[in-house]
């Protein structure tokens, strides 16, 4: 059977401003971070890679949750919620090494367009930014070819990150 696997290549350049990572993790290393934040200067850091979106086949990472009756007569899949957890990449084909995951969840929230509302998170799970995350909210209009998703935040390397997902 074969997978059908759309490639959404977003050459996800994300674009972040993140401060230095904290030394430690305890509470104590933690307060004093945010101590000297004022005296911080931003971080900008530009990522590249593959976000590998299988929606059939016998191992989805993109999975209808739930959808009303009526989304079956809408061209905009209008109120389909969905799951992923998608494997991010280095490069376009599928089996480029991995660095992380996609996962969270979208809907369908436009009648007149592909739009999708998308709150999900980047878990890298290799290379210099193991085990931090980032976070992703905003909407997607999916058939435009330039798009842009709020970077909302983050974890460990990218704490209080902000920036753009495009």
Same mark, same amino acid.
């Given at each position: 059977m074969e997978k059908k696997l759309t490639a959404i290549s977003l050459l996800c350049s994300i674009v972040l401003i993140a401060m230095p990572l904290v030394q430690g993790s305890g509470p104590t290393e933690l307060k004093n971070w945010y101590k000297n934040l004022p005296r911080l200067?931003?971080?900008? /850091?530009?990522l590249h890679f593959y976000l590998q979106d299988i929606v059939s086949g016998p191992n989805p990472t993109n999975?209808?949750?739930?959808? %009303?009756?009526?989304? $079956?007569?809408?061209? /905009?899949? &209008?109120?389909?919620? !969905?799951?992923?957890?998608? %494997?991010?990449t280095s490069g376009p084909s %599928?089996?480029?090494?991995? $660095?992380?995951r996609a996962q969270g969840l979208f809907a369908s929230t436009s009648l007149e367009e592909i739009g999708y509302h998308m709150t999900f998170n980047?878990? &890298? /799970? !290799?290379?210099?930014y193991n085990g931090s995350t980032l976070t992703i909210a905003g909407t997607n209009p999916f058939t435009n070819k330039f798009r842009e998703l709020p $970077? $909302?935040?983050g974890s460990?390397? &990218?704490?209080?990150?902000?920036?753009?997902?495009?």
């Open positions: 200067k931003p971080k900008i /850091t530009e999975v209808p949750i739930a959808a %009303p009756n009526s989304s $079956v007569q809408s061209p /905009t899949l &209008f109120g389909l919620i !969905a799951a992923i957890d998608d %494997p991010l %599928p089996n480029s090494s991995a $660095v992380g980047i878990v &890298f /799970t !290799a290379g210099k $970077v $909302v935040g460990g390397v &990218f704490r209080l990150a902000q920036g753009r997902h495009c």
